[in-house]
Nanobody, 121 residues
Framework: QVQLVESGGGLAQAGGSLRLSCAAS????????MGWYRQAPGKQRELVAR???????NYADSVKGRFSISRDNAKNTVYLQMNSLKPEDTAVYYC???????????????WGQGTLVTVSS
């Protein structure tokens, strides 16, 4: 059982910035990879960025150089700093966590409720 709560979404101007955060709760699982996905209307959900517990990162080509993912393991929180926002970034952003619950619970994937990011031109 892991609950993910996102915050920081909202309205931004093109060229502006937003910082998303996602706090994970649940001590019976060890959070491994955390990431951010997004889904625009009529489109497939896509990976935006992900980060391992050790800090290795991976970004979608469309956001490289503009977005930065980071995490605080002590707080079980992942962040997404979004700079130079474009209208094309408008989407619902979802926090994701891959967790290990040991032998009995196994590996599980968890999702946040999503937060809407709207970028106006």
């Amino acid at each position: 059982q892991v609950q993910l709560v996102e915050s920081g979404g909202g309205l931004a101007q093109a060229g502006g910035s937003l910082r998303l955060s996602c706090a994970a709760s649940g001590s019976e699982f060890t959070i491994n990879v955390m990431g951010w996905y997004r889904q625009a209307p009529g489109k497939q959900r896509e990976l935006v960025a992900r980060i391992t517990r050790a800090g290795s990162t991976n970004y979608a080509d469309s956001v490289k150089g503009r977005f930065s993912i980071s995490r605080d393991n002590a707080k079980n929180t992942v962040y997404l700093q979004m700079n130079s926002l474009k209208p094309e970034d408008t989407a619902v952003y979802y926090c994701n966590a891959d967790a290990n619950g040991g032998f009995f619970l196994g590996y599980r994937e968890f999702w946040g409720q999503g937060t809407l990011v709207t970028v106006s031109s």
